[in-house]
């Protein structure tokens, strides 16, 4: 597995994690249907965070270098830690990758950011990543909305050294 910035190279892979039915299910509607949208959300959403040695990086299979997620660190303004998020094309789901580059990052936030929490929202149907979550170690700690209303559930990951 490969973990890199994404460009706008990667645009045609982003538009096609856009619009999968678990991207609009789990993670949000959006109006993203062709690549030039798919281009506008990466400079809006995606790339400014690379600034802060943050964001979404690109998650690719090691062998055929092809995109298969995304999976990173976002400082979202309505939560007090910073915010570990992935999402994976649905026919890779069950395979370990998701865990795998989720366990780099959370490195990457110990010991190059070093921060001592993180944070993760998902909806309570979204039973892949809750299993996940808790795979890596995280907590359910309460429920919470977002700016949209909509009720997401929080864990939290303690980053400290014991």
């Known amino acids: 597995m490969l973990i890199r910035q994404a460009t706008p190279a990667d645009t045609p892979f982003m538009l096609e994690l856009l619009i999968e039915p678990a991207w609009r299910k789990f993670i949000g ?4 249907d062709t690549e030039p949208a798919a281009l ?3 400079e809006e959403r995606i790339f400014p965070a690379y600034e802060e040695r943050m964001g979404f990086w690109l998650v690719a299979e090691k062998s055929s270098q092809s995109p298969i997620g995304i999976c ?6 309505y939560l007090e830690q910073v915010d ?12 370990g990758f998701a865990r795998e580059a989720a366990l780099s990052v959370i ?3 110990r010991s190059t ?3 001592l929490e993180l944070w993760a ?3 309570a149907e979204n039973g892949q990543s809750v299993s996940l979550l808790k ?3 995280f907590a359910f700690s309460r429920k919470i909305s977002n700016p949209e209303g909509e009720v997401l559930e929080l864990f939290s990951l303690s980053l400290e050294k014991k």
């Open 107 to 109: 490195e990457y936030a």
């Open 40 to 42: 506008a959300y990466m």
């Open 121 to 123: 929202i998902t909806m």
């Open 135 to 137: 795979k890596l170690g």
């Open 29 to 32: 509607q959006h109006e993203v």
């Open 84 to 95: 570990l998020g992935f999402a994976f094309l649905e026919r890779v789901w069950g395979k």
């Open 113 to 115: 950011l070093q921060l």
């Open 72 to 77: 990173g660190l976002i400082k979202r303004p």
